[in-house]
């Protein structure tokens, strides 16, 4: 109703009453800006096609419910297209859940701790293949040295390489797991720790090229919580790695992010180019000291609640109304490559702002295409602190130590706003080149 007051939503996501130094949460439910239950319902026709640029421009005017955000969120990431009716999303949705209980059950059988409510942190076979009987592991996963799982290990022979691997992972996972949004109530039960855990578990088995790396379990988490099948949980949290999974991407003598950080040095340099000098005396120039922000993206800096509501704004800045059809041609198995799309000219009103601005560019913000709105948005806040790097930076500690001050001092659509105008001055600056 118009000229109701703003509802807090913390509400949605409880914090644990011992933990009282998290960042406090900027973002508030608006009456006539956020996107409520009753306008999501009626962005759809009676057979189900959304319209999508209204849904949009209402995002980034208030972002979304929390009540629909996993659902919405469904379609920012181009799990579903805008232009499917609600009986064709829910074939895509029932095979889905099929193909994910398949691979489950897969991994199951290889080891019998996924699906069982638990996980583990601590390895169980060594670089080898051989079984590691630790005291941790036999208590966490309730097997038992004399176990049957443990028997089959030893009498299977020499492992596949990929299974070795991926069970060389599982750990690691469940150390992160443990360490993930643990200020949460939510994840006070360990049946969803679990969850999470099952969901990146099986994720690292089915990336060939990627796996699991430290950071996925931040940006798997919302999902869990978001989305209350585990199938859609991990279809969403799929979906966001065909985004940032470049940015995990090892050679071994460098790391896909790498890339990303290249080009926040190019447009830096661009934009303030006193300040890109002094970064680069104080030995910042590689700004790995922005690393974090751009893995996780903004995980850290913003409270947990404040940090959906940032990248759901960037998302829908982003939309592309091709990413559906991208996703899901048979030969596509890598991540979104930016201006790759194929066949009729899609229509601007579909689009996020800053895919329009990109596609009025030509999509030639670099020779790999437009660079994501993330790297803006680090640049937005090099920008913004600027004045005190430049008087107060004498090392990189204290460029850390500056950056680490913005932690819940940040305002997500201040944020994106500020991107998107560095965004344009940066294409107009190329496009004098």
């Given amino acids: 109703m118009w000229g109701a007051a703003a509802e807090p939503a913390d509400s949605y996501y409880q914090i644990r009453p011992e933990c009282t130094d998290v960042p406090n949460t900027r973002f508030k439910i608006k009456p006539g800006k956020t996107l409520s239950v009753r306008k999501w319902q009626a962005a759809f026709t009676p057979e189900g096609f959304l319209d999508i640029g209204k849904t949009l421009n209402r995002i980034q005017r208030g972002g979304i419910h929390p009540s629909i955000r996993g659902e919405v969120w469904e379609f920012l990431l181009g799990c579903y297209d805008p232009k499917s009716t609600f009986e064709e999303r829910e074939q895509i949705r029932q095979r889905r859940r099929s193909q994910y209980a398949s691979w489950k059950q897969e991994c199951k059988q290889m080891f019998p701790v996924i699906g069982s409510g638990g996980f583990i942190t601590a390895p169980v076979i060594t670089e080898k293949g051989q079984p590691i009987l630790d005291p941790l592991v036999l208590q966490e996963t309730n097997l038992g040295e004399n176990s049957d799982f443990f028997k089959e290990l030893e009498s299977r022979g020499p492992l596949d390489e990929k299974v070795i691997q991926w069970m060389l992972t599982l750990h690691q996972i469940g150390l992160d797991v443990n360490r993930t949004d643990r200020t949460l109530v939510f994840y006070e039960k360990k049946e969803n720790l679990s969850k999470l855990w099952d969901i990146l578990a099986l994720y690292a088995w089915i990336d060939n090229d990627v796996g699991y790396c430290q950071g996925m379990s931040d940006l798997c988490s919302p999902m869990i919580m978001l989305l209350e099948d585990e199938a859609d949980a991990f279809w969403c ?4 790695m065909r985004r940032l999974r470049g940015n995990f991407r090892s050679t071994g003598r460098s790391v ?14 661009i934009i303030d180019p006193k300040l ?4 680069e005396n104080l030995g910042g120039g590689d700004y790995l000291f922005a690393i974090r922000m751009i893995m996780v993206q903004f995980r850290r800096e913003f409270s947990f609640c404040d940090s959906l509501y940032l990248w759901e704004m960037m998302w829908g800045l982003e ?6 059809s991208l996703y899901e041609e048979p030969e596509f198995e890598g991540e979104r490559t930016e201006g790759s799309s194929k066949g009729k000219p899609k229509s601007i009103k579909q689009c996020g702002k800053y895919e329009r601005e990109n596609m009025k560019n030509g999509g030639k913000a670099s020779a790999e295409g437009p660079l994501p709105i993330a790297v803006f948005l680090v640049a937005s806040v090099l920008k913004d602190k600027s004045s005190k ?10 460029v850390v130590k500056i950056l680490n001050d913005i932690t819940g001092n940040l305002d997500a659509k201040k944020a994106c706003s500020g991107a998107m105008k560095l965004h344009k001055k940066y294409l107009k600056k190329q496009a004098k080149k």
């Fill in 319 to 324: 939309y592309d109304p091709e990413m559906y």
């Fill in 276 to 279: 890109h000098h002094h970064l």
């Fill in 237 to 240: 949290f799929e979906r966001l």
């Fill in 389 to 398: 790097l430049m008087t107060e930076a004498r090392g990189l500690d204290d």
């Fill in 256 to 269: 896909g992010v790498e890339a990303q950080l290249t080009h926040l040095s190019t447009i830096t340099q």
